[in-house]
């Protein structure tokens, strides 16, 4: 689907808002269709967040400053991750053992 213009979308959304949400949400779903498979059920609820956002925020100004602190947000974890990767757990196995030593066995006569 070819994206329109950002003259196209104003006045889209100035002169049909209801036709504006749709459109937005026809391009949202096509570029999450367009996405490997793997990523699909995320960004389906990656989207369904920044939707709910948008609708509680009351002014798109709040929905905009929400979406950016969430972005932020995922920014600063992914940046924490490469820069202080996870140390790795306590061992499950003993850190030391008990050696037992076997007598070879004798060969037998024959």
């Known amino acids: 689907m ?3 213009t950002f003259d196209e979308l104003r006045e889209l959304l100035q002169r049909d808002p209801e036709g504006f949400e749709s459109l937005r949400a026809a391009l949202i779903d096509d570029c999450i269709r367009g996405s490997p498979r ?4 995320r960004l389906r609820g990656l989207q369904f967040v920044i939707d709910a956002r948008r609708r509680v925020a009351g002014s798109p ?7 950016q602190v969430m972005m932020y947000d995922s920014l600063l974890a992914l940046q924490q991750a490469l820069l202080d990767p996870p ?4 061992p499950s196995a003993p850190t030391s053992a008990r050696i037992l030593n076997f007598r070879q066995p004798l060969s037998p006569k024959r």
């Open 2 to 4: 070819d994206v329109p």
């Open 38 to 41: 793997r990523n699909q059920r």
């Open 61 to 67: 100004v709040k929905a905009l400053l929400d979406i």
């Open 87 to 90: 140390r790795p757990s306590e």
